[in-house]
T-cell receptor, first 114, second 109 residues
Framework: EAQVTQNPRYLITVTGKKLTVTCSQNMNHEYMSWYRQDPGLGLRQIYYSMNVEVTDKGDVPEGYKVSRKEKRNFPLILESPSPNQTSLYFC?????????????FGSGTQLSVL | EDQVTQSPEALRLQEGESSSLNCSYTVSGLRGLFWYRQDPGKGPEFLFTLYSAGEEKEKERLKATLTKKESFLHITAPKPEDSATYLCAVRGGYNKLIFGAGTRLAVHP
């Protein structure tokens, strides 16, 4: 089954404790992206990747890091989480941004930073 | 600045009561307008893409239309299973995808 898989689904942590949210897609998509979703603000892009070893900042990149060493994986790293990073996070992918393809989303990771 | 505004924020309908959701946008060089459906606890799922003013797409009880300034998602004779949050997104000339905050739809029997 074609899908985008995120882990974990729920995560509670404390300020300053490094964490990684994993994202994997099995559709051989070139483009992958991370979003955060907050009430009243919609989905905001954190980082995106056009292909392996090619990443760029989205609208709200501060406090986040990403890497794209393999085509299928695009982990989101919070080196020193803070309470304002409490949010619902989604990973998404599509075959190619140039082709204006629809995005496939993961099921989300609800993060709480205490 | 590119912007997407959805209205209303929330909508409550009785089963069978048709209505429309609005997505107003300002973007430089529209390359596509997307509608997604999001169920609680899940990621958004793609519904439609519209590319130019006058275009319409249909799927079951949903019909999406597009003008130069806004898009409507018409829901005809909705059922409780249509309850979800509906998201609108636009892709502009810089290939950037911008999402609206969504409309929460509740359809009651």
């Amino acid at each position: 089954e074609a899908q985008v898989t995120q882990n974990p689904r729920y995560l509670i942590t404390v300020t300053g404790k490094k964490l990684t949210v994993t994202c994997s897609q099995n559709m051989n998509h070139e483009y992958m992206s991370w979003y955060r979703q907050d009430p009243g603000l919609g989905l905001r892009q954190i980082y995106y990747s056009m292909n392996v070893e090619v990443t760029d900042k989205g609208d709200v990149p501060e406090g986040y890091k990403v890497s794209r060493k393999e085509k299928r994986n695009f982990p989101l790293i919070l080196e020193s989480p803070s309470p304002n990073q409490t949010s619902l996070y989604f990973c998404a992918s599509c075959p190619s941004l140039r082709a204006n393809e629809k995005l496939f989303f993961g099921s989300g990771t609800q993060l709480s930073v205490l | 600045e590119d912007q997407v505004t959805q209205s209303p924020e929330a909508l409550r309908l009785q089963e069978g009561e048709s209505s429309s959701l609005n997505c107003s946008y300002t973007v430089s060089g529209l390359r596509g307008l997307f509608w997604y459906r999001q169920d609680p606890g899940k990621g958004p799922e793609f519904l439609f893409t519209l590319y130019s003013a006058g275009e319409e797409k249909e799927k079951e009880r949903l019909k999406a239309t597009l003008t130069k300034k806004e898009s409507f998602l018409h829901i005809t004779a909705p059922k409780p299973e249509d309850s979800a949050t509906y998201l609108c997104a636009v892709r502009g000339g810089y290939n950037k995808l911008i999402f609206g905050a969504g409309t929460r739809l509740a359809v009651h029997p």
